[in-house]
């Protein structure tokens, strides 16, 4: 298995590229925040505990956001040749889960994409997001929220994966296609990675 980490703010452009990299590596997309998205639509108990954190910018607590990851792995993991792990880990705690997890299935992180896009940007793709896809938190205020917690507790996975040396910065602005071809660049560069 290649398994990776789609890394990056709010609009870095994670979920586009996720798109790219599927069809190019054949590897399984793991978004937190579909299958959050996807039990709010369905109405269930989860969803609705999920609604209460994600319309106000806040992050779904660690454990259950860990235990929500875990079924997923086990549920794709069967017809997979590797993961593409999307919106998490968000958190030092769920990077560590994260890797026990793996550990004790007998698999890694191979590699973590990084997406750097400044904050201006941001905030521009995402109010445009909300008016085209209408997704309930692209709203300004909650984007702003959102961005908050971004720095105080997702960014630090940065310096958590580059002492593991797992990190690759990919600058996230520019045309789809060719922010790809530096992230499919990255990627071939690994011992492990997929055939294309
Ligand atoms: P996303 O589609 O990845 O931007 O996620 C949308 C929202 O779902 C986030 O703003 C969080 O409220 C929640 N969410 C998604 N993934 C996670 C995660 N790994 N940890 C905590 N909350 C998450």
Redesign the pocket.
Known sequence: MFNLIIFGA?GSG?GTQSEKLIAQYGLTHI????V??AEIAAGTELGKI?DS??SK????P?DL?VDILASEVDRLRPQSTGFIF??????IP?AEALKKMLEERGEEVHSVIGLEVADEELIERLIKRGAMSGRA?DNVETINN?LKVYHSTTSPLRDYYQKEGKYQAIEGTGHVDEIFSKISGAIDKHPAAPKK
């Open positions: 709010p994670k978004s937190t925040g579909e959050l998205r999920a954190y994600i910018g806040q992050l779904i660690d956001m999307d919106g998490f880990p968000r958190t769920q938190d959102r």
